[in-house]
């Protein structure tokens, strides 16, 4: 596949990411109604959004914040999962292609969400454009400690919420608060830390404050950073179980953590492979949440 068309179909949208949303959205369905047609419009919306917001992301860290801008060493680091940081650095596409692959996604996304916004309730509307917008505060919130706290948001409540409101109007949306928590925690308030930590030395330098970078500047072991959350996240999820929120089955995404623990021990030997490995593994937790939440 010719370099340039690779980058606006698969580099810019950073589909490795869509088991969390996804797996969000259709965990909002399965707590307020069936899996029906608009399930599927919703889910093709959240998807359309978070590629949008990735590719958009590209361009900021570039033209804004200037996070992946200057020699390799200077600027974000390249990741095998992802591979936007440094698309537009190598010259593969133009700052002007990547706003407009960015713009692209987000029309696209409106088609099915005006469709839910008739369809459903018109409080899709504002819920999918606050989820176009987050990409922004995104870019930004790297450099005021609001960046957990934001990506979180997105990949939790939003998604959560238009996954309920696209089968249920009424909704209760208070619910699909409280069930979002554990997408925010696996991706965001854990999953930061990791996909920060190659970028860390050459992002300080211009200025960034997260506790994703604080891990590394103040040198905190990652694994047990890592590890405290996984840890909060097994018993938040047992919590959600005991007061009826999360079906039992749901317990299954708990097969998961011997193998997050096991590419953590061995992150000191090889951080690209047990990375890429950790993220695997990461990215089946949520997949398995929702299985057993739908199995009953």
Request: charged share 10%.
């Amino acid at each position: 596949m010719n370099r340039k068309i690779k980058a606006h179909i698969l580099t810019l949208p950073r589909w490795f990411a869509a088991p969390f949303f996804g797996a969000a959205l259709l965990l909002g369905v399965s707590l307020a109604g069936d899996f029906n047609s608009n399930a599927w419009i919703a889910l093709t919306a959240g998807l359309l959004i978070m590629a949008g917001g990735h590719s958009f992301n590209s361009y900021l860290d570039y033209a804004w914040t200037g996070l992946d801008k200057g020699e390799p060493v200077d600027r974000s680091a390249e990741k095998d999962y992802t591979g936007g940081q440094s698309i537009i650095a190598q010259g593969v596409v133009s700052e002007r292609e990547v706003l407009f692959n960015a713009i692209g996604w987000y029309v696209l996304a409106l088609i099915p969400v005006i469709y839910l916004a008739i369809n459903s309730t018109a409080l899709i509307l504002p819920l999918a454009l606050a989820g176009m917008a987050i990409t922004f505060w995104y870019s930004k919130s790297k450099f005021n400690y609001t960046h957990e706290l934001c990506l979180g948001i997105g990949v939790g409540p939003i998604s959560v919420l238009l996954g309920m409101l696209a089968v249920n109007p009424d909704a209760n949306l208070l619910e699909g608060l409280v069930a979002s928590a554990p997408f925010a925690i696996i991706l965001s308030f854990a999953g930061l830390a990791f996909d920060e930590w190659p970028d860390a030395e050459a992002n300080l330098k211009k200025g960034v404050k997260s506790l994703a970078y604080k891990v590394w500047e103040y040198g905190i072991s990652l694994e047990w950073y890592l590890t405290s959350w996984i840890l909060f996240l097994l018993i938040y999820q047992v919590l959600m179980i005991n007061v009826g929120i999360l079906n039992p089955m749901s317990a299954i995404a708990f097969l998961t953590y011997p193998f997050l623990i096991g590419t953590m021990v061995m992150l000191k030997s090889d951080f690209r492979k047990f990375g890429g490995l950790f993220v695997v593994f990461a990215a089946m937790y949520p997949l398995l949440l929702l299985l057993g939440q739908v199995m009953g």
